[in-house]
């Protein structure tokens, strides 16, 4: 008889004034690093990281007071396990109606794992144009990479057991605002 497996939360490891937090954190950050916003662009991955991007530029604004670009990257087509998802995967729209060429392009993601998500968003940013730098910033770093990826800008650590997710949760999005850890159950 197989076993029927359920997700359960284990802990709530940020609410909704941490994720404000954090993501301010990494804009005053990304401006630092950068000595400002001259030739700066952020680009979220689908589907967390772009509401992600869209409320960095927001604070960015707000700190420079200059509207950084923001584009949306779907790395669908780039996944390394593409076989595997579906047997038509659907492929969301790519929209980042700017040039990036000669850039600094921040990718914005919700959570760091493996590295396969950048690697694909690598893939799918230099198949658009050629920046002069891309960085990463992410919400969360879970750790267990399974590729030589590190992120430059990371609103929390978490480490993490391979039984364990790490479910961000965004208003945009989910209709809440927190960032679970969650565990396998089988029974």
Do not use: C
């Amino acid at each position: 008889m197989a076993k029927h497996v359920n997700w359960v939360d284990k802990a709530i490891i940020m609410d909704a004034q941490a994720v404000k937090r954090a993501l301010t954190r990494v804009a005053h950050e990304i401006v630092e690093r950068n000595k400002g916003v001259g030739d700066l662009t952020l680009v979220g991955i689908r589907t967390r990281g772009v509401p992600l991007a869209q409320r960095i530029a927001e604070e960015i604004k707000r700190i420079e007071g200059i509207e950084l670009p923001v584009g949306v990257l779907d790395i669908t087509l780039y996944r390394d396990d593409l076989s595997t998802l579906a047997y038509q995967p659907i492929v969301h729209e790519t929209l980042i109606p700017f040039s990036i060429n000669d850039k600094k392009v921040v990718l914005v993601d919700d959570v760091l794992f493996t590295g396969r998500t950048v690697r694909a968003a690598l893939d799918a940013i230099m198949d658009i144009g050629r920046p002069a730098a891309i960085q990463l910033a992410v919400l969360i770093d879970r750790g267990h990479r399974e590729l030589p990826v590190r992120a430059d800008y990371v609103g929390k650590n978490v480490p993490t057991s391979g039984k364990e997710i790490v479910s961000v949760q965004l208003t945009s999005v989910d209709g809440s605002e927190q960032v679970v850890i969650k565990e396998i159950v089988t029974g």
